[in-house]
């Protein structure tokens, strides 16, 4: 069997990525196998053999580990930009130009939002996945299409609700932000639901209902509750439930979002269907 070819630098780096691996700890391969207390043999066997030079990371590898300013720096910046955005689309245009988050940097496209700005009911979700990536719209993939079921479920549509993420770059693999991440981008979305203004704002599963409502409770304790969300400027009601991600592999907790849905449901002043 011939044996597959050894994959290419750039290959390399492109599995890396998408595994998670974001930065380089050092300039230099370490051996881990070698034995740090073994010294240099002193006996001449012959000609000095050339020396062999550690291969240093490829310059794309170091490109990724240095993808922005340092995270406090980055915190403060964002916090900057997003409190002088005067409306969603000078938002958009400078979440485009911001280079603090090295998401930027990995994902295929920015995910801003999808929806009505002047509707009453905002959902938000963690962070983008594959078809969003692609996209650039948030829940177009498996869950979005769950999402716009239970949207549906309450008598509206994409087209009467506003849907964004915490987090609008897809992390890579899908893995989970980090805490860092998460505060760098926490400024923009918090100007954003400030900007569309809803009645309602439903966060979808636990990572956004933590971030939003300062809340360290997990999402069985605080699904189907309300919340005070405050904008700085207004008092909005808030409300978690499941994420739709989540409902897929767990369809027994359906019921418990269905009932989620009623209570936004006569929130809104509207009569969800009879299940």
Known sequence: MTPDPAPTAQQLLAFYLEAGVDC???????????????????????????????????PAMAAVADTGPAPEAAIASAREAAR??????VLRSLLESFDGCALKHTATRLVFADGNPQARIMFVGEAPGREED???????GR?????????????LDRGKAYIANVIPWRPPGNR????????????????????????????LGNPS??????????????????????????VIRA?????????????????????????IAKALGQTAPSS
């Not at 050092?26 to 291969?55: F, H, K, M, Y």
């Not at 002088?84 to 689309?89: G, H, K, M, N, R």
Request: proline residues 11%; glycine residues 6%.
């Open 143 to 155: 869950s979005g299409k769950l999402l716009d079921r239970m949207i549906a479920a309450i008598g």
């Open 176 to 203: 989970t932000p980090t805490p860092q991440e998460t505060q760098i981008c926490l400024p923009f979305i918090q100007r954003q639901i400030e900007l569309v203004d809803p009645d309602i704002l439903v966060t």
């Open 24 to 58: 380089a700890l050092g300039e230099e391969p370490v051996n881990r196998l070698s034995d740090p207390d073994a010294a240099p043999s002193t006996i001449a066997t012959g000609p000095a053999e050339p020396s062999v030079r550690p291969v240093k990371p490829p």
């Open 134 to 140: 692609l996209e650039g719209l948030p829940f177009v």
């Open 84 to 89: 002088t955005a005067p409306s969603l689309e």
């Open 239 to 263: 409300i978690a439930t499941f994420h739709p991600a989540y409902l897929l592999r767990s369809p027994s907790y359906k019921r418990m979002a269905w009932h989620d849905l009623r209570l």
């Open 209 to 234: 209902t933590q971030t939003l409502l300062s809340t360290r409770e997990g999402i069985m304790k605080t699904r189907g509750r309300w919340f005070d969300y405050d904008t700085g400027t207004r």
